[in-house]
């Protein structure tokens, strides 16, 4: 029987070292694998927003080690007031990414330890990223669990942009669920299939998640995103099963652009939609989803360079991001259990007291 917490899980986006935190430049994938070394807050801030660092989960644990990096740097220069000089830094990790509530969620953590300590603060702040980065990775798998023991003998799993290795601290969320389901399949000889979307304009789905599951021996089919309603109405879908980037209090879920429109398609065609996250993906202060910020980046990303010149009467909307109503979603799975389906009452179920 194979493992699916080693064989089938062997890459990891983010290493701490001595010397700083190594970032796999994820723009390059899947042509080369090329660390980046950060040093300060100020260069992983920027390995964020440049998206050389990407996914809810590992936003967070970046972060995290930049918030390391920055009481460093700030308590050789000062260390009498690196508490008031840390708070720039804190700032300028804040603003890297608006809409994945996981970066908040981590710099708050970071935050609450950093305000007990007095001396040296590198230590305490690097066991706690180093504690977050470990915790993340156990959730995963957990929830890698409960989702594949909920969808059971699926033979067909859509899933959308990137939520492996690449997008945690390892193992994935959404691609966790669909490891777990593979090593299920492999021990039993049975066949799953696995449907990757092409996920423009960044091509996650194509240039990461397919790449990832190259690398761990999992087949899979790229599909363009707008082929997946017609993947579903010939019955090739069982499930789909995605990440998500915030989940208001009531269940709404906003992740990768498209992923609305595959919760329409498959409520119609009477397919299962799960969303699987971490529960600090959860923003208990947001009562809905319409109050969710959605990112908004360069309209370059879309137009051909033809219509990047001045003059031209062509223009682009870029959000990266959309929300899924809770109504249209079939299963919520966290590391804490499950909400089926996603709603107020079943979210405070998952709450920690």
Known sequence: ???????????RPLLWTEAGLQVLDQRFLPERTEYRLCTSAQEVAEAIRTMQVRGAPAIGIAAAFGVVLAARQRFRQDPKRWKEAIEKDFAVLAEARPTAVNLAWALARMRRCLAALDGDPEPALLA???AIQAEDLAANRRMGRLGAELIGGAKGILTHCNTGSLATSGFGTALGVVRALWQRAAARGETLRVYATETRPWLQGARLTLWELEQDGIPATLICDSAAALLMR???????????DRIAANGDV????????L????????????????TSTIDWNLPH???????????NELLPPYFQSQGKRVQALNPVFDVTPAALISALVTERGLAC???AASLRTLRAP
């Open 234 to 244: 010939r019955r090739l879908i069982d499930w789909v099963v995605v990440g998500a």
């Open 128 to 130: 706690e990223a180093q």
């Open 254 to 261: 906003a992740n990768k652009i498209g992923t609305y429109q």
């Open 341 to 343: 389906p996603p709603t």
């Open 289 to 299: 989803g319409d109050r969710v910020p959605i990112e908004e980046r360069s309209e």
């Open 1 to 11: 029987m194979h493992d699916s917490t080693t064989t089938y899980d062997r890459i």
């Open 263 to 278: 919760a329409v398609a498959a409520r119609y065609h009477g397919i299962g939609f799960m969303v699987v996250a971490p």
